[in-house]
């Protein structure tokens, strides 16, 4: 997309994109991996022994690994070595750098890992770049031992700690596989001080409906206008059936719901032509799922890309027509001396200004956690 057009959003050509309900159906299917792995490793574990089971009772191949290394992921060229990774479930154990949690701000206090890689197919993914290799999804076997470490930074007594999930994987894609984002929900639910945050594009929740979370746990949807779900997530739920799911997370026990803190992650804005209908038609379906009462939030993150992510997403998505040109971007530095592309300031300013008012508008109630 051009700079000249990037700059000035409400601009663009309403006539490029016909105007698309993001109420469209897509069914999901749960992701079934051909292969499944285990290290030994993993193997050793309580909770490693319970995911076996639960793969094994799908019906799927499993492999045990006689060495605590992952051989076989790579293909004879990038496009095969990304197919073969992403069809890949390996059962490992966490290192113990991840038992030194790391900040995450603005989304929460602490980030904890129950697993890396994501079945999804989303060509501007966020973790391209971020995880080194092939992309497998890596579920982490010693969860009981993650679990229990995160109770170091959540001491009883002190102030309230949020721990998000979601990093590096879509907990609610794989828990059909793992039973860990359940495990988490109901560890979160017996303490104190400490919270967990997590997002998806999944919509398989019922099995979580019932748990005991006591308010500890704050679900939230990853949604986005119909023209960028449609051509740049794959694998994934419908936004209508995401909203669906967080319906029913959102609803009271008595309506049959599970009574959660839910939240809306908006991600990632893009000033699409005539973006703001677009934009707009994802809010009124928002409203529609969400026409009662509830702990609502959001939080508005729009399209960015790092050099690195930029090149591995080239590789994986040779054909995509996304956005990933540096000169319709302004250069935008961390204080480790990293680079990212992000918008232009105007548009930055006229996207912020125009969610936060539609926001404000249809949800008065509800919190806008932040916008980046």
Known sequence: MPAALLESPSALPSDLIPLETSAAPRKARLWMPRRVVFTPAALEESWGQRIHARVAALGLPIEELAANRLTGLRGDDTRSTYQLAKSTLAVVTAPPSAMKLQPIPPSADWQFHLAEGCPAHCQYCYLAGSLS????????????????NNARYAPGGGPVQTFEASCYTDPLGIEHLTGS???????????GTAYLRWVSKFDAVDPLLDLPHNGHTRCRASVNAAPVSRRYEGGVASVADRLVALRKLALPRKRGGGNYPVGIVLAPIMPIPDWQA???RLLDDIEGALDF????TFELITHRFTPGSRDTLLDWYPNTTLDLDPASREVKRNKFGGEKYVYPKVAMKELRTFFEQEIARRFPAARILYFT
């Open 133 to 148: 290799g092939p992309p497998v999804v890596r579920v982490f076997a010693n969860l009981p031992q993650i679990l229990a």
């Open 181 to 191: 984002l359940a495990e988490c929900i109901r560890w979160f639910g017996a303490q």
């Open 278 to 280: 677009h934009y707009g």
């Open 293 to 296: 009462s509830c702990d609502l």
